[in-house]
Every structure is written in C-alpha cells, then in structure tokens.
C-alpha cells in the first residue's frame, strides 16, 4: 500500500515526467511514487486508448493507485502528426526531422496534448490536457526532453526548454491534466 491514501504510483520511463507530475502533485498534497514502467503501447491515433491500454496493462503487474500519462504534439500543417507517434518519431527522425518536414510549409500551429490515465481496484478515469503554440525551426534552450526546444506556448517567447521546469508546469498540457487529476482525486479521496 501507499504510504497515505494521498500517495500515488506513476508507472513511466521518463524521469522528466516523474518530477513535472512530482511538482504539480505536491501542490495538492498528494505523494507520487515512481515505478520505473517503460509503460507499454499499443498503436492507436486516439491518446486515450493508449494510456487506457498501458493503465490496464500496469494495473495488472503494479501496485495502485497508480496513473499512466501519454503525450503527443501535433502539428497542423503536418495534420497532427506527429500526434500519437511522437515518441517513435523522435526517437527516429527526432527534432530536426520535423523542421525537415515543416521548413517549407506555412503554418507553424501546434499543439501538445496529455492523457493521464489513472486507476485504482474499483475505478479507472482519464483526464486531458492541451497547451497551444507554435513551433520554431531552430532549436532553443535545453531544459525539459522530446520536442520542448521547438515548441513555444502561445502567447509566450520562450520554448518550453527556455523555462524552468515550474515555468513549463504553469502552461504544459501534462500540467493542465495533472491539475484536473488532482482536483477530482482530492474530491473524491477527502
Ligand atoms: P510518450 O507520452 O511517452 O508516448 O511520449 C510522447 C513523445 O512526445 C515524447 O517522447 C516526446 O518526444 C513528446 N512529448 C510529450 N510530451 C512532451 C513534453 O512535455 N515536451 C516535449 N516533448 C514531449
């Protein structure tokens, strides 16, 4: 069992999502717990499905409460790829294949979108998050992972990999969906 019934498990690979998920959550008083699960995935074009899918497969071989999160950016020129194949495709053709593909287009819409996906014996709930932006053609800052150095919030200068980890918390799509997690978690777990 968790150490309160406000500590959570977070079943992920990546240790930047752990400490964006840690610094949101705590605000809440809520403990997260990571289980180094490189969560698995299924192919889809729906966000949802896969963090569905990787929280039912982490409820069968992990403790809980525990929640899943899955991200993307979609690009609108590029109709929303990467979108749910981001991670493959910056492991792949990484940030400069998207400039490769964007560079002669017009348009620099894009967004990021989170799925956490959460879980307990009785109940599984999904929350989503969307931070609007742009992206940029030349690569800015080192803070954060993935597509963080191409991608600017809208409304901002810096990209995400520009900011502090707090700032990056105060707009990002995992941000905005941890907060929805975390309201309904503290409302339902009083
Ligand atoms: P997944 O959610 O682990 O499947 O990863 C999706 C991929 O999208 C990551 O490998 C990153 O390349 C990218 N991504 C998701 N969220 C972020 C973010 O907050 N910043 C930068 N890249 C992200």
Redesign the pocket.
């Given at each position: 069992m968790p150490e309160s019934n406000r500590s959570i498990y977070f079943a992920t690979g990546?240790k930047h999502?752990f400490d964006?998920a840690k610094d949101i959550l705590k605000n809440y008083n809520i403990k997260v717990i990571m289980i180094r699960k490189k969560?698995e995935?299924i192919q889809s074009d729906d966000l949802k499905k896969?963090a569905r899918h990787a929280l039912l497969k982490a409820l069968e071989s992990c403790k809980s409460p525990i929640i899943v999160?899955?991200?993307?950016?979609f690009v609108k020129t590029l109709k929303g790829f990467p979108g749910p194949y981001?991670?493959y495709v910056?492991?792949t053709l990484g940030i400069d294949g998207i400039i490769e593909l964007i560079k002669n287009k017009s348009g620099r819409e894009a967004e990021?979108r989170?799925v956490v996906a959460y879980g307990d014996s009785s109940m599984i709930k999904t929350f989503e998050g969307v931070v609007k932006g742009m992206v940029i053609l030349r690569p800015r800052g080192i803070s954060?992972?993935?597509?963080?150095p191409i991608?600017i919030p809208r409304g901002l200068r810096r990209t995400?990999a520009e900011m502090t980890l707090k700032e990056?918390n105060k707009y990002?799509?995992?941000a905005i969906a941890l907060r929805e997690f975390a309201e309904w978690y503290l409302g339902s777990h009083l």
């Open positions: 990546n999502k964006e969560a995935e896969i999160e899955d991200a993307g950016l981001s991670s910056h492991r990021f989170s954060g992972f993935g597509f963080d991608f995400f990056k990002s799509h995992r």
